[in-house]
């Protein structure tokens, strides 16, 4: 098997190789996750001008930790009316769901879990998965407010993954491939080489930019409706359905609705930063461009993106039901799908 | 299609001024505060946990009578005129009565402020304590008074042999009073009607 | 984005399962101990009834058995928001039936400390109306603010929230020496972080799109319900007691009546609720401003009394403007000094009476939205 | 229009169903009216020229003693003036005809009355408990009320 993979090469034994590759990416997780939390709490304390937790460590650095202390800790109810296998099955399919896309995001060059070459494509197969978890969790609960919100969010997933299949196909059509690292490679020498500027070629590739530009804020809008964030939190709609379609879960259960919730917001991080923003390319062409800086870029990258969607939670109302179809079918979908023909047509020309 | 691009564009633009100002809130100076070791001043005329000055306290009851809640449970006891301890209050004047119970029951008080206006020698008054939770409710119920129970058995003792003594005065002072009145009626009927010896002389 | 949003439906051609919906006691959003049975059509609210009583503290049973001051405090229970605003009504009754004329500095006191908590009031309806369409960052920012306003509460009254400061013939308290530079502080305050939230929040797209052409309530209905404050406002109706009926010294000061004009939507819709409450705000600190400037700073704050306040024998009705609308107190003296009856008609009691009337065939969410653009407090709802 | 106004028109037009006009300085003015007919009189004070009383701010039950009363106090945004009116219905017999139908507010009052105070209105749609249990028993506001000593088979602490 020929792969670029260096933990692969590294590693005489084939069956441990595989197994430390897979365990990297979940150790990431778990410690992105932390952090994750962390800047939610801070973030959202300093925006509402208030301190945020202080008291776990310095500057309540350690509150993630204490918090999954606490969610483990807790008792683990199952409801007596619940359909129990379904119930106790949800959560884990909707992690599963968000680890499983981890397997084709590139971190660096020599570092791709496992390189498909139809990676894009594979990251929307599995990223819909945590729909099925989520509507399991919902119905299973036996809880009125769970299958509301469980239903709310089968239609938002499904409606929006329309949207964000065209605002990445349009990357597809400018790198000629759904290969991650391709797409990557494709973005190389700095930032007037990203897709969202039109990806290497001649000046006149700056026509294309506010194609790509709509396309990426696009992309953003479906990733947030995907990973239920505000605005489109519907499907927990914490003020109408008090916590949708976990309402009744607690404990670990509970934990891993909140884990899988942030690896979601990783993933689709992850693939904007991929597809419009130069993957692990340096912004400054060779400046601090290699291996070991290709994990800080790109990690950073997405970073910035995380927080983007943490920022926009603490800013915006939410949506209702029907507004958010309204912006998925008609604003939406007209807008990428004018933004894909004018590319097409730009990668024609060219 | 006019208003469609307008409310897109709007849509987007208010996102985005929202965005600005949270992001300026995000450095701004922080109001809340680390509370036990920081806190907010509190004024000195707070309404908070009530008080009450022993020796101030005369026995007037209207406190225990104002308290909308009846959360105040007052009982005194005369003072023996001949009282060897002589008490006064606080202020100088004479006390009338000791004050063997009082009791406020924190788990009722709703903090009015009525019982500290009607006080006539600002006996009870709020504090700014306010944090005395208990891990039971029998905590709550607190007992002001600064009579031991011996004190209070003695002086309710005193004021027992106090009272048969007066009621014994008084028995004696009435019998006296009729024994005068009945002698005074027999002399004034045996001086109106000297004849007729009646029966009501006895 | 989207048009007007009223579904009819018509049954007789539709066939489709109901579901009912206990949304309450215990629900974040029925600000309160409120339980709705809500019957939905998917998501379409087909009916609402509200059932109420779960924080019935029998204050018109207590009142019975207290003296008329001691009523006091539990009237400051029944709104615990606006809690000077509701002792004014009632002191002003007892102070009409014994004939009592308030000193000139005890009646400015009133009046700041009643826009005050006013702007307090209106500050946590327009923050928990904010929570309810899902923005959370604004009511942060009000209560930020409102906690100034309690401080100055604090310091005057010696309590944050049941102030028992309004007493029959005058003020518990004098007000403290920095009052009048605290209050303009907190003014100014104030205007900034309403323009702040109206940025941030109130002409936020979502926000109005969550919020336009929602629970329209139509004047004539408005009235009807006898809703009052800016429920009744909302819907264009001008009418303020402030205004209509003078009392205490509001005849005194330059202030206008915002009424809902149906700027982004419909005439009387969430929105226009909404945004009455902002505008007064900013009417309330106008008065503010004028009342502080007139106040004259010599003076008692409390009129001598007989020890027993024993009004004559009789009724009164006398109602005052509260943030939520008005607040009337039907008080029966018997001549003792105790009231024979004291009935408080409670504006949170009557405004929510028309929820069921004006949610039905929006949708689930909005009802939460309508809910809260009534801004109920369910203390003076069950009282 | 002031109270002795409309107690005069009133009283034109209904006869004896108009009892008195009560007049109390500094305490509000009232006018006692025949239970039998407030339906009627409040129909006409709504909608009759002059009158429009379209607001009623408040539906108070009381208890007199022998006699149960509600009153009703009335209010016109058009022009500004209000009135009293009280109806005195005996303890055994307590039906006042229900005024939900002109204001629809009185919906809730008088469900308040009657869950309280134990005033019928007839005519109303709804006539249940508002404020207590829907199985609680007895009228509160009653001055001869006395508190349940259990409550659902447990002892209520007094």
């Known amino acids: 098997m020929e792969t670029t993979n260096f933990v692969y090469n590294l590693i005489p034994n084939e069956t441990i190789a595989i197994i430390v590759i897979s365990v990297i990416p979940l150790i990431f997780l778990i410690v992105y996750a932390l952090l994750a939390i962390l800047g939610e709490l801070k973030i959202s304390a300093w925006i509402q001008e208030r301190l945020g937790p202080m008291r776990t460590g310095p500057w309540g650095i350690l509150q993630p930790i204490a918090e999954v202390v606490k969610l483990i800790q807790k008792e683990d109810l199952t409801p007596d009316s619940a359909n129990k296998p379904l119930f106790n099955l949800a959560p884990y399919i909707i992690f599963m769901g968000a680890y499983a896309s981890f397997a084709v995001i590139p971190f660096s060059r020599y570092f791709v879990p496992s390189g498909i070459n139809i990676g894009l494509f594979y990251i929307f197969a599995v990223g819909s998965i945590a729909v099925i978890g989520i509507v399991m969790g919902g119905w299973a609960s036996n809880n009125k407010y769970s299958l509301l919100g469980a239903m709310r969010s089968v239609a938002q997933i499904i409606s929006y993954e329309i949207p964000g299949a065209m605002a990445i196909l349009s990357v597809a059509v400018l790198a000629s491939s759904l290969d991650l690292e391709k797409i990557n490679i494709a973005q190389e020498g700095g930032i007037w080489n990203w897709f969202i500027f039109g990806g290497q070629g001649s000046w006149s590739k700056i026509w294309v930019f506010p194609f790509t530009l709509v396309l990426s804020l696009i992309y953003l809008v479906a990733s947030l409706a995907e990973t239920n964030r505000t605005p489109f939190d519907i499907p927990e709609g914490e003020s109408e359905l008090v916590a949708g379609y976990h309402t009744e879960y607690s404990g670990m259960k509970f934990a891993m609705f909140f884990f899988a919730e942030y690896a979601n917001m990783f993933v689709v991080a992850a693939v904007l930063t991929i597809t419009f923003f130069g993957g692990w390319n340096s912004p400054f062409g060779n400046f601090m461009q290699g291996p070991g800086w290709d994990v800080f870029w790109f990690i950073s990258k997405a970073f910035f993106f995380v927080i983007l969607q943490i920022w926009l939670r603490w800013t915006l109302p939410r949506l209702r039901v029907d507004q958010l179809m309204y912006v998925g079918w008609k604003v939406l979908l007209p807008f990428s799908f004018i933004c894909f023909l004018f590319i097409s047509l730009f990668k024609m020309i060219n | 299609m006019l208003e469609y691009i307008k409310n897109v564009w709007l849509g987007f633009w208010t996102v985005i001024v929202g965005m600005k100002i949270t992001f300026t809130h995000l450095f701004e100076k922080k109001v809340t505060v680390q509370y036990p070791d920081d806190r907010y001043p509190i004024p000195p005329n707070a309404r908070n946990k009530l008080h009450l000055e022993p020796t101030l306290c005369n026995g007037c009851t209207s406190c225990a009578r104002i308290c909308p809640v009846n959360c105040i449970k007052v009982e005194t006891l005369r003072v023996v005129p001949d009282d060897p301890e002589q008490p006064m209050i606080a202020d100088g004047t004479k006390r009338k009565l000791w004050v063997p119970v009082y009791d406020i029951d924190f788990a009722k008080c709703c903090f009015c402020g009525l019982c500290t206006t009607v006080c006539p020698t600002f006996a009870i008054k709020h504090t700014v304590e306010f944090e005395y939770s208990t891990y039971s409710r029998d905590d709550l119920y607190v007992r002001f008074s600064d009579m031991s129970p011996e004190k209070v058995a003695e002086k309710k003792k005193m004021l027992e042999e106090f009272q048969a003594k007066e009621k014994a005065a008084k028995a004696e002072a009435a019998r006296k009073a009729a024994e005068e009145k009945s002698k005074a009626e027999a002399q004034a009927k045996a001086e109106s009607s000297p004849v007729t010896e009646s029966k009501e002389s006895n | 984005m989207g048009e007007k949003k009223r579904i009819e439906l018509d049954y007789s051609k539709i066939e489709s399962d109901r579901m009912r919906l206990n949304v309450g006691p215990q629900h974040p959003s029925t600000h309160g101990v409120l339980r709705l049975e809500v019957e939905l059509d998917g998501e379409i609210v087909t009916e609402v009834v509200p059932h109420i009583g779960y924080l019935h503290r029998c204050f018109e049973k207590h009142a019975e058995k207290m003296t008329y001051p001691q009523v006091i405090p539990y009237i400051d229970r029944m709104d615990y928001v606006t809690s000077m605003n509701n002792e004014l009504p009632y002191v002003m009754a007892i102070e009409k039936m014994l004939g009592i004329e308030v000193p000139e500095k005890v009646q400015y006191i009133r009046v700041i400390m009643c826009e005050l908590n006013r702007i307090a009031s209106h500050q946590i309806a327009v923050a928990t109306f904010g929570l309810d369409a899902g923005a959370f960052t604004p009511f942060l920012y009000f209560f930020r603010d409102r906690e100034y306003i309690l401080a100055i509460f604090e310091k005057a009254s010696g309590a944050r929230l049941l102030f028992n400061y309004f007493w029959i013939g005058g003020l518990a308290a004098d007000v403290h020496p920095t009052f009048k530079e605290d209050v303009l502080a907190i003014v100014k305050q104030v205007r900034k972080t309403n323009k702040e939230i109206e940025d941030l929040l109130i002409y936020n797209k979502i926000f109005i799109e969550r919020t336009a052409n929602v629970g329209i309530l139509p004047p004539d209905v408005a009235i009807n319900y006898a809703c009052s404050g800016p429920v009744l406002r909302g819907s264009g109706v001008k009418f303020d007691l402030r205004k209509n009926e003078p009392y205490s010294i509001y005849d005194r000061f330059d202030f206008d009546i915002p009424v809902g004009m149906g700027e982004v939507g419909t005439v009387g819709d969430c929105w226009d609720r909404n945004i009455v409450r902002m505008r007064e705000m900013e009417q309330s600190c106008r008065i503010i401003e004028q009342a502080i400037e007139q106040m004259p700073n010599e003076g008692d704050v409390q009129e001598k009394l007989p020890k027993k306040i024993k009004p004559p024998k009789g009724d009164i009705y006398m109602r005052a403007e509260n943030p939520k609308g008005d607040l009337g107190f039907y008080i029966v003296s018997n001549g003792t000094d105790k009231p024979e009856r004291v009935k408080a008609r409670g504006t949170s009691f009557v405004n929510l009476s028309v929820l069921p009337e004006i949610s039905k065939g929006y949708m689930f969410a909005d009802l939460i939205l309508i809910l809260g653009s009534i801004d109920i407090v369910l203390g003076e709802v069950d009282r | ?158």
């Open chain 4, 1 to 158: 229009m002031t109270i002795n106004e409309i107690y005069e028109q009133l009283k034109e037009e209904y006869g004896d169903s108009i009892i008195e006009l009560i007049e109390n300085p500094p305490c509000d003015s009232s006018i006692i009216v025949k239970a039998e007919s407030i339906f009627d009189i409040c129909h006409t004070l709504r909608d009759k020229p002059g009158f429009e009383f379209d607001y009623l701010m408040c539906l108070s039950g009381l208890d007199l003693g022998e006699n149960l009363s509600a009153v009703y106090h009335l209010y016109s945004m058009k022009h500004s003036h209000k009135v009293v009116l009280k109806t005195i219905v005996p303890k055994d017999n307590p039906k006042i005809p229900s005024v939900e139908k002109i204001w629809r507010t009185a919906d809730w009052h008088e469900r308040e009355a009657y869950d309280l105070i134990g005033i019928i209105f007839e005519g109303h749609h709804n006539l249940i408990r508002i404020l207590c249990p829907y199985d609680w028993e007895g009228y509160p506001l009653r001055k001869d009320y006395k508190e349940p000593e259990y409550y659902h088979e447990m002892k209520v602490p007094y």
